[in-house]
């Protein structure tokens, strides 16, 4: 099982903001990444560290952490961010990587 | 720009070993970095396997730990994952994967990935 839990599933209207979040322990200490992966294809980095977007990722997309939650925003959400997120950190020892079980965003 | 191929049977027998190799180019893996292998079962999420630095210190997933090997080969540029006794669970898309291991602030960012590959585990 993973020590990051992700809700399956979120929708968002086309235009509108979403939050898409990861709740973990370890997030209290580190930060996470976020990964957005579209049928058939790997997964791409789209947000990391603090709030880092790595060069081509659109600014419509961030990052946050609160406590044990990381969010990640999407904000005026596109048909084709229509995709899986996950996220990804540390587990709890500090050493390992952990990912999120994975939240299949649909925009209706 | 920096690409990432990875290459291996697609079939394995239970029981037997899964080899794969991850070629690197446009980047020297001598430079830096650390590169992993992270796996997808069809139609289920993204589980890493572990991960290697240049110096091949290792890291590894604890439930695969006994059955993981992951090398790398600066000559080649390339680094390689092996996985022993497999059965139809570890049938799966594996990908290899450069990453960004920040010591401070504390995250891991896979950056650069290969396309995948689909490894089933069949007699």
């Known amino acids: 099982s993973s020590e990051l839990t992700q809700d399956p599933a979120v929708s968002v209207a086309l235009g509108q903001t979403v939050r898409i979040t990861c709740q973990g322990d370890?997030?209290?200490?580190?930060?996470a990444s976020w990964y957005q992966q579209k049928p058939g294809q790997a997964p791409v980095l789209v947000i990391y560290?603090?709030?880092n977007r790595p060069s081509g990722i659109p600014d419509r997309f961030s990052g946050s952490s609160s406590g044990n939650t990381a969010s990640l925003t999407i904000t005026g959400a596109q048909a084709e961010d229509e995709a899986d997120y996950y996220c990804n950190s540390r587990d709890s020892s500090g050493n390992l990587v952990v990912f999120g079980g994975g939240t299949k965003l649909t925009v209706l | 720009q920096v690409q990432l191929q990875e290459s291996g049977p697609g079939l394995v027998k239970p029981s037997e070993t899964l080899s794969l190799t991850c070629a690197v180019s446009?980047?020297?893996?001598?430079?830096?970095?650390?590169w992993g292998w992270i796996r997808q079962p069809p139609g289920k999420g993204l589980e890493w396997i572990g991960s290697i630095y240049h110096s091949g210190s290792t890291y590894y997933n604890p439930s695969l730990k006994s059955r993981v090997t992951i090398s790398v080969d600066t000559s080649k540029n390339q680094f390689s994952l092996k996985l022993s006794s497999v059965t139809a669970a570890d049938t799966a898309v594996y990908y290899c994967?450069?990453?960004?291991?920040?010591?401070?602030?504390?995250?891991?960012?896979?950056?650069?990935w290969g396309q995948g590959t689909m490894v089933t585990v069949s007699s």
């Open positions: 560290g603090k709030n």
């Open positions: 994967a450069r990453y960004l291991r920040s010591p401070s602030p504390v995250y891991d960012a896979f950056d650069i």
């Open positions: 370890s997030l209290r200490s580190y930060y």
């Open positions: 446009g980047y020297s893996i001598s430079s830096g970095y650390y």
